[in-house]
């Protein structure tokens, strides 16, 4: 521990994951197991989907309000069902090769892990709006070839 941490202060897990990850999911794992878990879960498939779209030239379609509407639902929950299994599944082949960690824990990393994918997620939304709104294509320029 940390001398703030031994006086009482515990800084945000929304700070410290950017400097030292380890450290602040082993604190997560080990304090608040479920702290915001199905959110980021959520949040967490809709951003790595949402860069899929991105790769491969089709997130300008989510700009009918009811594709992207569908698309974040979609997402969402598929996140949340996709959680639970794959926890499970991790657990078991880490008991496999002599892990400890149980499927409550190992959906806190999962939940967790994507919060820098969420932020890129974010960054990559405002520049596709950018480029939408600005009259601009979304296909890669040809002299970049």
Same mark, same amino acid.
Request: aromatic share 10%; no cysteine.
């Given at each position: 521990?940390?001398?703030?941490?031994?006086?009482?202060?515990?800084?945000?897990?929304?700070?410290?994951?950017?400097?030292?990850?380890?450290?602040?999911?082993?604190?997560?794992?080990?304090?608040?197991?479920?702290?915001?878990?199905?959110?980021?879960?959520?949040?967490?498939?809709?951003?790595?989907?949402?860069?899929?779209?991105?790769?491969?030239?089709?997130?300008?379609?989510?700009?009918?309000?009811?594709?992207?509407?569908?698309?974040? !639902?979609?997402?969402?929950?598929?996140? +949340? $069902?996709?959680?639970?299994?794959? &926890? %499970?599944?991790?657990?078991?082949? =880490?008991? #496999?090769?002599?892990?400890?960690?149980?499927?409550?824990?190992?959906?806190?990393?999962?939940?967790?892990?994507? !919060?820098?994918?969420?932020?890129?997620? +974010? $960054?990559?939304?405002?520049?596709? &709006? %950018?480029?939408?709104?600005?009259? =601009?294509? #979304?296909?890669?320029?040809?002299?970049?070839?």
């Amino acid at each position: 521990m940390t001398p703030l941490e031994d006086a009482g202060f515990v800084p945000s897990p929304w700070t410290t994951i950017w400097f030292s990850p380890r450290q602040t999911i082993e604190r997560i794992v080990a304090t608040r197991p479920t702290y915001l878990v199905l959110p980021l879960a959520m949040l967490g498939m809709v951003a790595g989907l949402y860069m899929q779209l991105v790769a491969v030239g089709l997130a300008g379609l989510l700009g009918d309000w009811r594709l992207g509407l569908g698309f974040v !639902v979609a997402s969402a929950m598929f996140g +949340l $069902v996709w959680l639970f299994p794959s &926890a %499970l599944i991790l657990s078991w082949f =880490g008991r #496999l090769v002599g892990g400890e960690a149980t499927a409550l824990q190992l959906r806190a990393v999962i939940a967790w892990s994507t !919060v820098p994918m969420i932020l890129g997620a +974010l $960054v990559a939304f405002i520049i596709v &709006a %950018l480029k939408v709104t600005g009259g =601009g294509s #979304l296909a890669i320029d040809s002299s970049l070839r």
